[in-house]
């Protein structure tokens, strides 16, 4: 199912690199509940994060950053450069990443590091942080019988090992998304 005109978001890095988290991310975004987007430079960075940690996967890592540019070819924000010079954020390297929600209009910055990102330097482009577990919570309650559809989904699809509902609901609180799980949990019959 797509529906137009869902709410952009910039996906920072640090909620791509957990696999888990990227992976109902990218679903939720496939399905059409939001528009995902990311810039070259998030997407380095969360590469080059992940090649650091596990060196010996890099030609799945390499495949999977190959996949989301064929599968998400809109979702690359481009021409954002020249807004990075006059941002102001607690890390300066993280003003690519609001320069890219600048560009593409984005209302909301994915991260799992919100303190890089505070409202008062936000508030002026109209964009707000939010983690990924808030945020997919979020959108869950939004769109509850598509959220449904994609978990099930997903977890029906992970077969090594095969995840009953319950179990599901107890990996995605594991992964970090404690949120979307109790919301998965009160829907269990539908998982």
Same mark, same amino acid.
């Given at each position: 199912m797509h529906i137009a005109d869902r709410f952009v978001v910039v996906l920072d890095a640090n909620v791509l690199f957990p696999f888990r988290k990227r992976d109902v991310l990218l679903r939720f975004s496939h399905a059409g509940l939001f528009r995902a987007r990311w810039s070259e430079d998030i997407l380095e960075e969360w590469t080059r994060n992940l090649l650091a940690l596990k060196p010996q996967l890099e030609e799945s890592? =390499?495949?999977?950053? %190959?996949?989301?540019r064929d599968h998400f070819p809109e979702a690359l924000v481009i021409g954002h450069a020249p807004l990075v010079g006059a941002l102001d954020l607690p890390d300066p390297d993280d003003r690519h990443v609001l320069a890219a929600a600048i560009q593409c209009g984005a209302q909301h910055i994915v991260t799992d590091n919100i303190v890089d990102f505070p409202a008062d330097k936000l508030e002026p482009y109209d964009i707000e942080a939010i983690d990924a577990d808030a945020? @997919?919570? =979020? +959108?869950?309650? @939004?769109?509850? %019988?598509?959220? @449904? +559809?994609?978990l099930r989904q997903l977890r029906t699809h992970y077969?090594?090992?095969?995840?009953?509902?319950?179990?599901f609901v107890l990996d995605l609180t594991a992964k970090g998304l404690p949120k979307l799980a109790a919301r998965a949990r009160q829907n269990q019959a539908f998982l």
């Open positions: 890592i =390499r495949a999977q950053q %190959a996949a989301m945020f @997919l919570s =979020r +959108t869950f309650d @939004l769109y509850p %019988a598509e959220a @449904l +559809t994609v077969n090594n090992p095969p995840y009953s509902a319950p179990e």
